[in-house]
Structure formats: C-alpha cells, structure tokens
C-alpha cells in the first residue's frame, strides 16, 4: 500500500556524521506518525526516534538521545535522521517505518509500514 525509499546509509568513522532519509510515494504521511528503527546483527529491532502524527511530540531512544534528530518534510513526504557523534555499537540497518492515523508513536507495532533498510557502519 505504501513504498518507503531509504537513503543516505554508508561507512563513517566514529564521532563523525551521516544523515539517513526516507520519502514515501505519493502524498502517504500526512498525519501518521513516522520512525526510525534499527537492527543490529544478532539483536532485535529498536526505535531510535519517532514523531507523532502531529509533529509536535518525538521520542529518542536513552542511547541517541543528544545525538539524533528526526526531522519531517510533510510538503514533500519525506523523513530525515542526522546522526551526529556516531559510535561503533550505531553500526545497524536503519528502518524509516510509517504508522497510520490516529495510532500510537512509541511503539515498534504502532508502525505497519516499513522501508527495505540501509545500512550504517561506524568504524572505531
């Protein structure tokens, strides 16, 4: 029903920057909330930040806290995570995820649509 595209994964040294963006096809966002999850080899998938529905509320995982900002372009459809002071153990496949109208935003089951991932390397 909805086709997330992520971009902007890659390799950066630790301490250093990446920025990772999401677009949706056609006008999807609107109101829902929106997030950014991560996966780590051999650990379950983790919400890193989210963004209510209404934009105005966000949440930051204790270990991106400071680091992280999620940002939401609604004109445009698309949702950004600047990832700044990366560290070795940020190193996942990095999710945007779409939740729906009216649902929660804390919760890894309030979003129902997924991008394909791209991955994160920090090295040491």
Do not use: H
């Amino acid at each position: 029903q909805v086709q997330l595209v992520e971009s902007g994964g890659g390799l950066v040294q630790a301490g250093g920057s990446l920025r990772v963006s999401c677009a949706a096809s056609g006008r999807t966002f609107d109101t829902k909330p929106l997030g950014w999850f991560r996966q780590a080899p051999g650990k379950e998938r983790e919400a890193v930040a989210t963004i209510s529905g209404s934009r105005i509320s966000t949440y930051y995982s204790d270990s991106v806290k400071g680091r992280f900002t999620i940002s939401v372009d609604n004109a445009k459809n698309s949702v950004s995570l600047q990832m700044n002071s990366l560290k070795p153990e940020d190193t996942a496949v990095y999710y945007c995820a779409l939740g729906s109208n009216f649902g929660g935003w804390l919760s890894l089951a309030d979003f129902v649509y997924w991008g394909q991932g791209t991955q994160v390397t920090v090295s040491s």
